[in-house]
């Protein structure tokens, strides 16, 4: 993992993104905190050249975004076009919807529906990717569960991939299963998402790297093994400021970052 492959889900700040004024403003402190790289969502109702200038301005790459099933179904061509401009290769959609979520036929019909999409994005050099949260696990019919479905339902009678998987480790954990073998499951997964599980209370709580019981080394080297390309750092809820927890999970990160002595001919970004 190199420095220039962390990225910031602004999803964390959103409450600080609402305005092209106050988007401004957050990514400068997430600049100064170290990211170079940024995952576009939740911020507010924002022109897309906007929110492209303001990141430009502050050296931010945009590597993924999240979108609402609703605009890929029916504005997939402005999707393009905004991903296109801002050269961002990944988009992401946040969550199943809820009707498909009860059912192994839900699951099955939503891959179908997936691939749909994510052939018409791969057309376009673009390439859609599913983050999941803990429903997923749900087991139905013969074990099967839905991460299983979508994943079984990305490469239909064994035609390429229409779309791959963007997991997210704190919702692996809460759904029962293990961050590390499903990273390895993912074989084609190029996005990330990282966020630590505290228990607190004897409650799980969303935590910064390092802060909770997650093995990150672990995680770290499975990416590493299945070629992540995007590190994103996500705390849907912070206990603290969340700049501050954002420096937090930068800073646990940096033991995984290679130095510049370290780099060689046959690792690449």
């Keep these: 993992m190199f420095k220039k492959q962390i990225a910031a889900q602004l999803y964390t700040l959103r409450d600080y993104a609402r305005t092209a004024e106050e988007l401004d403003a957050t990514l400068a402190k997430v600049k100064a905190i170290g990211y170079d790289a940024v995952q576009v969502s939740g911020i507010g109702p924002i022109e897309p050249d906007e929110v492209k200038r303001i990141c430009d301005a502050h050296g931010l790459a945009i590597c993924a975004t999240h979108v609402s099933y609703e605009r890929l179904l029916n504005d997939l061509d402005a999707i393009i076009a905004q991903h296109q401009s801002w050269n961002c290769k990944y988009v992401g959609l946040g969550g199943l919807p809820s009707q498909y979520r009860t059912?192994?036929?839900?699951?099955?019909?939503?891959?179908?529906?997936?691939?749909?999409?994510?052939?018409?994005?791969?057309?376009?050099?673009?390439?859609l990717v599913y983050h999941n949260h803990k429903f997923e696990f749900q087991k139905f019919s013969g074990g099967v569960t839905g991460m299983?479905?979508?994943?079984?339902?990305?490469t239909p009678q064994g035609e390429p991939a229409a779309y791959s998987l963007e997991?997210?480790?704190?919702?692996?954990?809460?759904?029962?299963?293990?961050?590390?073998?499903?990273?390895?499951?993912?074989?084609?997964m190029k996005v990330v998402h990282l966020k630590d599980m505290a228990i607190q209370d004897d409650q799980q709580n969303f935590a910064e790297i390092g802060e909770g019981n997650l093995n990150w080394a672990a995680i770290i080297e499975a990416c590493r093994e299945i070629g992540v390309e995007w590190y994103v750092v996500e705390q849907d809820t912070c206990q603290r400021d969340p700049f501050e927890s954002l420096a937090i999970s930068y800073k646990a990160l940096q033991q995984w970052v290679y130095q510049e002595e370290e780099l060689k001919g046959d690792v690449t970004v």
């Design 103 to 127: 059912s192994r036929e839900g699951y099955e019909e939503m891959a179908t529906i997936l691939c749909g999409i994510g052939s018409k994005l791969a057309e376009a050099g673009l390439e």
């Design 167 to 188: 997991l997210d480790t704190y919702w692996v954990q809460a759904g029962g299963a293990d961050p590390v073998a499903w990273i390895r499951k993912s074989q084609r």
């Design 148 to 154: 299983d479905l979508l994943l079984e339902g990305s």
